[in-house]
């Protein structure tokens, strides 16, 4: 199976701040990589697809870029309301995997 | 709007049974795929199985494969999982997931709120 390694897996941040996650993948997966955000609580909310695509109403300040084996996750100017674990997920080779997930906390 | 609904979880003693459900409605559920994925109390996401829009089933993660069988009803809305021969490691909250295509391409659009299966003696 393909490993996804998030990091880092936690970090906190000011409002206002600029946060970025990676995640690599053990092999290449083009663009087949999609972000989640869950809430404490929550399930999972799809953010963002094909690494770069921004889902219908997904606030712009989330963005996603890279492909092969490295992505990158940015949040620009962290709100309150976005304190959660960000996940990665692969979807080029079956089974589709998981990072291991970022949290994301306000200072 | 999609909502999707799970049922059937709680506390079960292990090497025992049990049938999940998952209501579905806000889509035409027979155009879409459909999925579980599972999370252990305080870790991450693991997808557990899948079928597509006429009830093939995709795969399963090998970690439940020939103890757990994906099912689905589309006559009424409706996707199941039977769990057997349950162990304490499959203690988690299973999510109830859509697919974003009818065959299949494995990432989730839409998910239920989950319902919580506990393994234990």
């Known amino acids: 199976d393909i490993q996804m390694t998030q990091s880092p897996s936690s970090l906190s941040a000011s409002v206002g701040d600029t946060v970025t996650i990676t995640c690599r993948a053990s092999?290449?997966?083009?663009?087949?990589l999609i972000w989640y955000q869950q809430k404490p609580g929550k399930a999972p909310y799809l953010l963002i697809s094909d690494a770069s695509n921004l889902e219908s109403g997904v606030p712009s300040r989330f963005s996603g870029s890279g492909s092969g084996t490295v992505f990158t996750f940015t949040i620009s100017r962290l709100q309150p309301e976005d304190v959660a674990t960000y996940y990665c997920?692969?979807?080029?080779?079956?089974?589709?995997?998981f990072g291991g997930g970022t949290k994301v906390s306000i200072k | 709007e999609v909502q999707l609904v799970e049922s059937g979880g709680g506390l079960i003693q292990p090497g025992r049974s049990l049938r999940l459900s998952c209501a579905a409605s806000?889509?035409?559920?027979?155009?879409?795929?459909m999925h579980w994925v599972r999370q252990a109390p305080g870790e991450g996401l693991e997808w557990v199985a899948g079928?597509?829009?006429?009830?093939?089933?995709?795969r399963y993660a090998d970690s439940v494969k020939g103890r757990f069988t994906i099912s689905r009803d589309n006559a009424k809305n409706s996707l199941y999982l039977q769990m057997n021969r349950l162990t304490a490691a499959d203690t988690a909250i299973y999510y109830c997931?859509?697919?974003?295509?009818?065959?299949?391409?494995?990432?989730?659009?839409?998910w239920g709120q989950g319902t919580l299966v506990s393994v234990s003696s």
């Open positions: 997931a859509k697919d974003v295509h009818l065959n299949g391409d494995y990432y989730f659009d839409s």
């Open positions: 997920q692969q979807y080029d080779v079956l089974p589709p995997i």
């Open positions: 079928i597509s829009w006429n009830a093939v089933p995709l």
């Open positions: 806000g889509f035409t559920f027979d155009d879409f795929a």
């Open positions: 092999q290449d997966i083009a663009i087949n």
